[in-house]
């Protein structure tokens, strides 16, 4: 079947869509008239005749959505587990950066991710991880090269080069960060960075970026020619923030995307079409929500085969119930039903292999592992709620027995990140506020960007318990108290993604973030904003395994003060 004869009504489609307020991306209104689709492909739009008929009933047809940035590892999900959770929400392509499996298993696991995409409901296309490790100060279990995300590259899927994370290393024009810039299109990650350090970052050849938390920020970057990609994840709330600028000067270069989102945000709530529901609660108009979360998205990454209804395009369509839930009705993908009535058949996982799931190599913890000396003053990093950044205060600390300890009646818990990989036995130790931690503690494997063993707690017992726990299990989340484990979520695949069907994760999950508000934890998602604690490259104050970084400094500082 040729599409043009399609299209030109001399043969007959596949599907035909009638009765449907089709909406274009382009002029942002609504039209009243057929869709009809050929070997997965949209062939026209008018009256057609013949093929297998479809009575929309008055309903809004949109493009599939499309996620601009996202990391699928952060769903704790395989890509199949992952697809069928977003699919049903009218999801039907995502541009991933799979930095998280890249650091714990190098090249060897994104290419992993890419063939554990294939043949999905979903498009998963990927962008090369370019800073693999985030900084020196962080240990992961692989490195990748510039040769490396040149060889990701080749692949059929991959777009361009993932998010330069140092930003740092960007704008003073270090040559060997300059080197990773392998592609023409290149994602950004330029928390707080603004002025003449923005220029510079944008010289270089970044296009995007996805780290605004605030009004200003956004417009600089979009003034300056970035693509401005509005974020809802678990603990980076900023769709609200920044709606201002699609209010005041229209959603031109402006796109949606997720970054990290957990499993039971995904399944309760949903993905693209959550923040759809979000952005026209907060007055936005419908039809520039929509061209934010498809057209947009497509054209941010130079997917024109995608991103609206038209001639020649993909054939990945989403019909509403209405513009105020966008509550998918159906879903089509490739013009094939994948979900309908916010459900989905189980897809088919491919098999995960051996390497993928030995991953933990800790090296056995010592007596006095978590213990930190009696110091008179010390840095306490601070979490604000709803971000990733968080702020570096000083404080005096609890001392007992010639040791600092944690003091839950003054918010300050322990916090240590332990060397998950090569087994060296290091350990960084801090100390945290902002969790509400009374009793206990919680840990996990999944400890953003290299993926070590990351735990804070009220005592050293719990911390110790639920470490031990997660070495002995391969990886994942867990909770303890009084010296002994309460719950966990297993998640073996690279000690970050469970091989279970995203209801069980989820269950498991929320029964976890049960038991930590029951210790004292009011963080609506305390396992991501853990995980972000980890991160060297995002504001103020974080810690890895070699200690507390002062990122705006850019070094590695003691505790003591």
């Known amino acids: 079947?040729?599409?043009?004869?399609?299209?030109?009504?001399?043969?007959?489609?596949?599907?035909?869509?009638?009765?449907?307020?089709?909406?274009?991306?382009?002029?942002?209104?609504?039209?009243?008239?057929?869709?009809?689709?050929?070997?997965?492909?949209?062939?026209?739009?008018?009256?057609?005749?013949?093929?297998?008929?479809?009575?929309?009933?008055g309903h809004w047809l949109v493009p599939g959505f499309i996620d601009a940035h996202v990391h699928i590892e952060s769903s704790k999900l395989v890509p199949a587990e992952f697809a069928r959770a977003v699919v049903p929400h009218g999801t039907t392509a995502v541009v991933t950066d799979p930095h998280e499996v890249g650091n714990v298993l190098g090249l060897a696991?994104?290419?992993?991710?890419?063939?554990?995409?294939?043949?999905?409901?979903?498009?998963?296309?990927?962008?090369?991880?370019?800073c693999v490790p985030a900084s020196s100060f962080e240990s992961p279990g692989f490195a990748l090269e510039a040769a490396d995300m040149e060889a990701i590259l080749r692949h059929p899927r991959a777009l361009g080069v993932a998010e330069m994370m140092n930003f740092p290393g960007v704008i003073a024009g270090d040559p060997e960060v300059l080197a990773r810039i392998v592609s023409s299109h290149v994602d950004g990650h330029a928390p707080g960075v603004t002025g003449r350090a923005l220029n510079a970052y944008i010289a270089a050849g970044v296009r995007s970026?996805?780290?605004?938390?605030?009004?200003?920020?956004?417009?600089?970057?979009?003034?300056?020619?970035?693509?401005?990609?509005?974020?809802?994840?678990?603990?980076?709330?900023?769709?609200?923030?920044?709606?201002?600028?699609?209010?005041?000067?229209?959603?031109?270069?402006?796109?949606?995307?997720?970054?990290?989102?957990?499993?039971?945000?995904?399944?309760?709530?949903?993905?693209?079409?959550?923040?759809?529901?979000?952005?026209?609660?907060?007055?936005?108009?419908?039809?520039?929500?929509?061209?934010?979360?498809?057209?947009?998205?497509?054209?941010?990454?130079?997917?024109?085969?995608?991103?609206?209804?038209?001639?020649?395009?993909?054939?990945?369509?989403?019909?509403?119930?209405?513009?105020?839930?966008?509550?998918?009705?159906?879903?089509?993908?490739?013009?094939?039903l994948v979900a309908s009535d916010g459900g989905a058949e189980a897809f088919a996982a491919a098999p995960i292999p051996e390497f993928v799931r030995a991953t933990m190599r800790s090296a056995p913890?010592?007596?006095d592992a978590f213990a930190i000396a009696e110091t008179a003053r010390v840095r306490v990093i601070e979490t604000i709620p709803g971000q990733l950044i968080t702020l570096a205060r000083e404080d005096e600390p609890t001392v007992a027995d010639g040791c600092v300890i944690a003091?839950?009646?003054?918010?300050?818990?322990?916090?240590?990140?332990?060397?998950?990989?090569?087994?060296?036995?290091?350990?960084?130790?801090?100390?945290?506020?902002?969790?509400?931690?009374q009793t206990g503690a919680f840990a996990s494997t999944v400890a953003h960007d290299a993926h070590n063993l990351v735990v804070v707690g009220a005592d050293d017992a719990s911390m110790r318990a639920c470490a031990e726990r997660l070495q002995e299990i391969g990886g994942g989340i867990a909770v303890g108290r009084d010296g002994a484990v309460r719950g966990e979520l297993a998640l073996p695949v690279a000690g970050l993604l469970s091989d279970a069907p995203v209801e069980d994760v989820v269950t498991a999950l929320e029964a976890l973030q049960y038991m930590l508000r029951e210790q004292g934890v009011g963080d609506d998602a305390p396992f991501m904003t853990l995980s972000f604690l980890a991160l060297s490259v995002i504001p103020a104050l974080k810690i890895t395994d070699r200690g507390l970084v002062d990122v705006e400094r850019f070094e590695l500082v003691p505790l003591a003060v």
């Open 407 to 437: 003091d839950p009646a003054r918010d300050l818990a322990k916090i240590a990140v332990i060397e998950r990989h090569h087994a060296t036995g290091r350990i960084g130790l801090g100390l945290v506020r902002g969790f509400g931690l």
């Open 365 to 367: 913890l010592a007596a």
């Open 1 to 57: 079947m040729s599409l043009i004869a399609v299209a030109r009504g001399d043969e007959p489609p596949d599907l035909v869509i009638t009765g449907a307020q089709v909406f274009s991306a382009f002029t942002r209104e609504w039209l009243e008239l057929d869709v009809a689709i050929a070997g997965g492909r949209i062939a026209g739009l008018g009256a057609y005749d013949g093929g297998t008929r479809v009575d929309a009933d």
């Open 209 to 336: 970026d996805h780290e605004a938390t605030t009004l200003s920020e956004a417009l600089e970057k979009r003034q300056r020619g970035m693509w401005v990609l509005i974020r809802e994840a678990s603990n980076a709330h900023n769709l609200r923030d920044l709606l201002p600028l699609v209010r005041e000067f229209g959603p031109s270069w402006c796109a949606f995307c997720t970054d990290d989102r957990e499993p039971d945000l995904l399944f309760r709530e949903g993905h693209i079409d959550q923040m759809c529901r979000i952005a026209v609660s907060e007055g936005i108009a419908a039809e520039d929500a929509l061209v934010m979360a498809t057209l947009h998205a497509a054209r941010a990454h130079g997917l024109l085969d995608r991103g609206a209804i038209a001639p020649g395009l993909r054939a990945d369509l989403v019909l509403l119930e209405d513009l105020t839930e966008f509550r998918p009705l159906r879903v089509w993908k490739d013009g094939e």
């Open 109 to 130: 696991g994104v290419e992993w991710m890419l063939a554990a995409s294939e043949s999905l409901p979903l498009d998963v296309f990927v962008m090369a991880p370019s």
